[in-house]
């Protein structure tokens, strides 16, 4: 009966697999447990797919009294600083309206991470991500109002009933209503019975389960 896809074809093939009854909703409570968490882990994984790396590689000896050190071949050093594979599927794109003298604002549930620097219509047309106590030093020794220059992020709450919320601080504090344009990276609900369909649409279901 499950979608093709879906939470519920997630459940019934990971049924399978472990040797659970194929029916999901025969499941006791502890099996059920069991089987979800996999397809959270296995999600999550999927939505922030790492790059493969390259065997590690023997060096050889070059002399007596030589100890042999692993060789780190430059291809999994490259792919070691890469960070996790962007979706194109995940990318959105939130615009904020500024306020005069209004240096802080809420980003959207759903922000994870960059995806490039915050766009203006004006001269110049990025403004520079920076770290959030760099942005509070110069708040507090140089307030100034201006075109945004500067920017970061930090967690307004850190947990509980609820998400996390994510807000932006710009420096200098906006001297207008401007339009900014964040591209960023979203992090999707988590599936469940109300929640049945992943990101990445059926195209990406068979790399999900591959995952889970």
């Given amino acids: ?12 093939e990971l049924c399978v697999k472990i040797g659970y009854n194929a029916d999901h909703r025969l499941l006791n409570r502890p099996e059920r447990s069991y089987v979800d968490s996999i397809i959270e882990s296995g999600v999550m994984q999927f939505y922030n797919a790492a790059y493969p790396t390259v065997p590690i590689m023997q060096e050889k000896e070059a002399g007596e009294g030589r100890v042999d050190q692993p060789l780190q071949l430059e291809g999994e050093k490259e792919a070691k600083r890469k960070p ?13 309206t500024t306020s005069v003298n209004v240096s802080e604002y809420d980003l959207p549930d759903d922000f994870g991470s ?16 920076a770290r959030e106590s760099h ?35 710009f ?6 209503s401007k339009t900014i344009k964040i591209e960023y990276k979203a992090i ?4 469940g019975e109300l929640n049945q369909y992943p990101a990445g649409g059926t195209e990406q279901a068979e790399t999900i389960l591959a995952y889970c």
């Fill in 135 to 169: 942005i509070r030093q110069l708040i507090s020794s140089a307030p100034a109002q201006g075109d945004p220059k500067y920017c970061a992020t930090r967690k307004k709450s850190v947990g509980g009933s609820s998400r996390p919320v994510t807000e932006i601080i």
């Fill in 171 to 176: 420096y200098p504090s906006p001297n207008a």
């Fill in 84 to 96: 996790p594979h962007n979706w194109s599927f995940l990318h959105q794109i939130f615009s904020l």
């Fill in 188 to 191: 999707p609900e988590t599936l």
């Fill in 114 to 129: 960059w995806i490039g620097e915050p766009t203006t219509s004006q001269k110049g047309g990025k403004i520079a991500i």
């Fill in 1 to 12: 009966d499950a979608e093709y896809g879906t939470f519920n074809w997630l459940r019934r």
